[in-house]
């Protein structure tokens, strides 16, 4: 806003207080007040108001800027943008259709598990009114809430999941669809946990209580279920029940399981994968595996131009995922030296060797007009 000095012919001038504003490319104003009545001084006054100056003839001394003192800030934008894509994604309704505060605790901590990862005590505090850190808590009403608070909206969030995860999976996974699961862990310091044990820890936290929890989501990544086991849980042991919940619970008749070579073993695929009619399988081979097959492509074919197939392609496959140089240039010098020296799938599949044994995880191949072929 200022204020605006109009001739007026013959006339006074007119005093008018206008404000500016952009249509497109174009800038226009527009009149907001006739204050040509006013006295020059008050007329004055606001002029400077406007401008951030000092206002002669008064006791302000200072300029606008200067007027106000900065008590608190509270920062906004991040959160609005994560509140706001939070409830456009329908995610509040699908916690629970009615407001609480059980599930505005859960928003916050979703939310502040997106915006600044911590403790659920760190997280009461940056929602309590005397500690806040943004305007999460005042947004959710929460200004005066403890970590107990967050403890009870976890412990009333649990009988949802089995709900929350058949809409998730009604929405994203379909018939005939990917669908990507693995495992992870995290370590404890306490020891009240039921389903902590001692186990392989991927953290690196030797000597610490640990749960393992398995992730299932659709081939965009997205996740659709969770599972918590016991810490000492080897990772096969826990296909069976993805198997269980995808055919039961999502009511899925044909699905393609990824999952890796720990997890997707000969035994699993066995006995929890080959037997349930409509689910396929992908996982990755073990080296003497991928040696044996190359060696069985041999023969089939009558000899290869390039022995070393298995390893070459392999090569090809992290050059196009998008390897490092470095990695790049290692596998370009061993093919080169492998053209001068017998080849990898001859060194390790020779007769009476390492090849004399039959072949190990072959239900991976998941090609079972070969499986009698390739006990080399």
Same mark, same amino acid.
């Given at each position: 806003?200022?204020?605006?000095?109009?001739?007026?012919?013959?006339?006074?001038?007119?005093?008018?207080?206008?404000?500016?504003?952009?249509?497109?490319?174009?800038?226009?104003?527009?009149?907001l007040a006739n204050i040509t009545s006013w006295p020059p001084g008050k007329i004055e006054a606001l002029r400077c108001l406007l401008r951030g100056e000092r206002i002669p003839g008064t006791g302000w001394k200072t300029s606008l800027?200067?007027?106000?003192?900065?008590?608190?800030?509270?920062?906004?934008?991040?959160?609005?943008?994560?509140?706001?894509?939070?409830?456009?994604?329908?995610?509040?309704?699908?916690?629970?259709?009615?407001?609480?505060?059980?599930?505005?605790?859960?928003?916050?901590?979703?939310?502040?598990?997106?915006?600044?990862?911590?403790?659920?005590?760190?997280?009461?505090?940056?929602?309590?009114?005397?500690?806040?850190?943004?305007?999460?808590?005042?947004?959710?009403?929460?200004?005066?809430?403890?970590?107990?608070?967050?403890?009870?909206?976890?412990?009333? !969030?649990?009988?949802?999941?089995?709900?929350?995860?058949?809409?998730?999976?009604?929405?994203h996974v379909s018939q005939g669809t990917l669908a990507l699961y693995d495992l992870t862990s995290t370590y404890f310091e306490g020891r009240r946990c039921p389903l902590a044990r001692l186990g392989h820890s991927r953290d690196g936290?030797?000597?610490?209580?640990?749960?393992?929890?398995?992730? !299932?989501?659709?081939?965009?990544?997205?996740?659709?279920?969770?599972?918590?086991?016991?810490?000492?849980?080897?990772?096969?042991?826990?296909?069976?029940?993805?198997?269980?919940?995808?055919?039961?619970?999502?009511?899925?008749?044909?699905?393609?399981?990824?999952?890796?070579?720990?997890?997707?073993?000969?035994?699993?695929?066995?006995?929890?994968?080959?037997?349930?009619?409509?689910?396929?399988?992908?996982?990755?081979?073990?080296?003497?595996?991928i040696a044996r097959l190359a060696r069985f492509s041999g023969r089939a074919a009558g000899g290869l131009q390039e022995p070393a197939l298995g390893r070459g392609a392999q090569a090809q496959a992290r050059g196009a995922a998008g390897?490092?140089?470095?990695?790049?240039?290692?596998?370009?010098?061993?093919?080169?030296?492998?053209?001068?020296?017998?080849?990898?799938?001859?060194?390790?599949?020779?007769?009476?060797?390492?090849?004399?044994?039959?072949?190990?995880?072959?239900?991976? !191949?998941?090609?079972?007009?070969?499986?009698?072929?390739?006990?080399?």
């Amino acid at each position: 806003m200022y204020v605006a000095t109009v001739p007026n012919r013959r006339s006074p001038p007119a005093i008018l207080l206008r404000e500016s504003y952009r249509e497109g490319t174009r800038v226009n104003s527009r009149t907001l007040a006739n204050i040509t009545s006013w006295p020059p001084g008050k007329i004055e006054a606001l002029r400077c108001l406007l401008r951030g100056e000092r206002i002669p003839g008064t006791g302000w001394k200072t300029s606008l800027e200067d007027a106000f003192e900065i008590v608190r800030t509270r920062p906004h934008g991040h959160v609005a943008a994560v509140l706001g894509t939070l409830r456009q994604l329908g995610l509040e309704k699908l916690i629970a259709r009615a407001q609480s505060r059980e599930r505005d605790c859960v928003v916050a901590m979703i939310c502040s598990r997106v915006l600044d990862p911590r403790s659920k005590l760190a997280t009461a505090r940056s929602l309590d009114a005397s500690t806040l850190q943004s305007t999460l808590g005042e947004l959710l009403g929460l200004e005066w809430s403890d970590e107990d608070d967050l403890y009870q909206a976890m412990d009333w !969030l649990l009988p949802r999941q089995p709900q929350i995860e058949d809409v998730l999976g009604k929405r994203h996974v379909s018939q005939g669809t990917l669908a990507l699961y693995d495992l992870t862990s995290t370590y404890f310091e306490g020891r009240r946990c039921p389903l902590a044990r001692l186990g392989h820890s991927r953290d690196g936290k030797k000597g610490k209580l640990q749960i393992v929890f398995g992730l !299932l989501c659709d081939q965009e990544g997205r996740p659709v279920a969770v599972e918590v086991f016991e810490g000492n849980t080897g990772d096969p042991m826990t296909v069976a029940s993805q198997v269980k919940k995808v055919r039961e619970r999502f009511g899925l008749e044909r699905l393609v399981l990824i999952g890796d070579r720990g997890m997707i073993t000969s035994a699993r695929i066995r006995e929890d994968l080959r037997p349930v009619p409509g689910i396929d399988w992908i996982t990755a081979l073990r080296a003497p595996t991928i040696a044996r097959l190359a060696r069985f492509s041999g023969r089939a074919a009558g000899g290869l131009q390039e022995p070393a197939l298995g390893r070459g392609a392999q090569a090809q496959a992290r050059g196009a995922a998008g390897s490092d140089g470095a990695q790049a240039g290692e596998d370009r010098r061993r093919r080169q030296q492998g053209k001068a020296s017998p080849s990898w799938p001859d060194r390790h599949c020779a007769s009476g060797g390492q090849g004399a044994r039959p072949l190990q995880n072959a239900e991976a !191949l998941h090609c079972p007009d070969w499986q009698g072929q390739l006990a080399l």
